[in-house]
């Protein structure tokens, strides 16, 4: 059965960075977009990043731009998150996705609390 499994996630204070890290398993990762979603309490899943699968188009969130950066190793079926100058506003769980065509793929989620 297809997984992703996020990890990384953690409590960090104010200004400081976490990279968080999603292993793909038992399907074509090559073939899929991937991305970063977040869903903080009471609050609906918002994009944070997607990345195509060379690589060749990354989008984020504007809420993000210039602080994370989402990148992919296709040789080890994974994607990552770095998130620089963490802010108390990027508290939430992280999911990752992969999606090709109709097929939706979510990870079960990493913890990002941002608090001093």
């Known amino acids: 059965q297809a997984q992703l499994v996020e990890s990384g996630g953690g409590l960090v204070q104010p200004g400081e960075s976490l990279r968080l890290s999603c292993a793909a398993s038992?399907?074509?990762?090559?073939?899929?977009?991937m991305s970063w979603y977040r869903q903080a309490p009471g609050k609906e899943r918002e994009l944070v990043a997607t990345i195509t699968q060379a690589g060749g188009t990354i989008n984020y969130a504007d809420s993000v731009k210039g602080r994370f950066t989402i990148s992919r190793d296709n040789a080890k079926n994974t994607v990552y998150l770095q998130m620089n100058s963490l802010k108390p506003e990027d508290t939430a769980v992280y999911y990752c996705?992969?999606?090709?065509?109709?097929?939706?793929?979510w990870g079960q989620g990493t913890q990002v609390t941002v608090s001093s």
């Open positions: 038992r399907f074509t990762f090559l073939m899929y977009v």
């Open positions: 996705n992969a999606r090709l065509a109709t097929h939706d793929l």
